[in-house]
């Protein structure tokens, strides 16, 4: 067990995330949530994550803020009127600052978890571990997340698979198309299944839980700027949410 | 009319890589064509650009005469069979002969019809014994041979295979060597990608080479 030095800990990201998180999520001002994202962008630059791939990950969701926006803007109808069409305002002025505020928050959201992204696999699993976390518990659920991605696609295949098979799905009536949803679940599931037995018997050719405790190969210490940032996010997001239920902020 | 005809054909991934440079290329119907190239060099994607699994990125892929954006993938798949590079990715029954027979069924075949025909494919690809196993516990060759055999039942006039040699030993290749002369002998046209020059020289009357994004 070699005990190393890694700034900042996983722990202390978690923690800057958490604080991120659940500010973004209390604060509905846009301009106080303006000022978190450059907080969270500035602490990106500061621990070296790079913006571009991050910028390419929040393009991925530009479906997702369109259609939030575009909610917010439809459904609040608070403040001046803008765009109006037979008596129904189309987009207000509340309208507007709702959706800046929605897209900020998701924005602040995205952002923040990118800085997880500095740490492998391996390391958010000790990471958990030693914030408490059962070693097989945190194990299974990032393994999990890990493979939503794959299913999605494989799921997708199959589909295109069995179109190619000339098989017209728009075409066919109900109960054949229920019949080859059932048949796509089965490629899926049996990849899964057939991916999770290879997990198992790769773990277990490296004596996973071979032994009632296990001996890690770094067991990161937290130096004293951990714990200052800990603290310090931490009592800052109470010191923000104390504020709040006072209604100094919005 | 050509059957399948590539126009200055460029394809890039979303981030950007291009893998393939204006290529153009006409196949006809009865043509046995390979397709070799190191790998990544994108045999792959041109395949699943010729039957719509991807978009050109500029150009366009003409299907019997027509822009072949017009049609469906069920469409492209009534005429040209496509066996994936990993057989997996096609298989969905729960026994070999159901993976022959689900789709004639589902295209309206009776299911006498059909049983006849998923018995000559058992046959033809020497899959008999296996007719109620589960596809995902064949071997590497028995999985190609059913990925064949299921395409091949629904007739296709043209088929695209990629590397339906890999994994196979000398035997299994030879015995798929002989299967694919036969799909031949039928006047069923087909696009073989492939590393395997000794099998590309044998089966095909037409090689293509694929390198860096170009054809030669
Ligand atoms: N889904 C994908 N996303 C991005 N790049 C890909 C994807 N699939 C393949 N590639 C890349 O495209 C190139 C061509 O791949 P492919 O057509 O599979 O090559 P081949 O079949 O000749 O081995 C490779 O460089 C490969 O890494
Ligand atoms: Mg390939």
Redesign the interface.
Known sequence: MKDRQDFPDVRTLLAVVLAITSLAIAINDSRWLLLLLAITLACLLAAGVSLKLLLRRLRRYRWLFFIIALAQSLTNGSGRALLAWRGYVLLSSGGLLGAAAALLRIAIILAAVGLLSLKDYQQMVVGLTQMGVPYEFAFMVLLAVRFIPVLMEEFRDSLAAIELRGVDLKAIPLKDKLRVYSYLLMPTTAGALIRSRRIAVAMEARAFRAYPRRTWLEWPRLIPWDWLIIVLALGGTAGVLYLKIRGVIA | MTYIQLEQVSFSWP?GEQVLKDINLAIEKHDTVALMGPNGSGKTTLGKLI?G?LAPSAGRVLLWGEDAAKY???????RIG?V?QNP???????TVSEEIG??LK??GMSPEEAEKRVGEMLGLFELEAYADTFP?NLSQGEKQRLALA??FA?NPEFIILDEPFSGLDWLRKQHLLAMLARVGETGVGYLLISHDEEMCARLCSRVLHLEGGELR
């Open positions: 981030r039957i699994l469906s993938l069920a469409a492209r798949g009534r496509y994936f997996e990715r096609q298989f969905f029954a729960s689900f789709a589902l295209r995902f299921a395409v629904l």
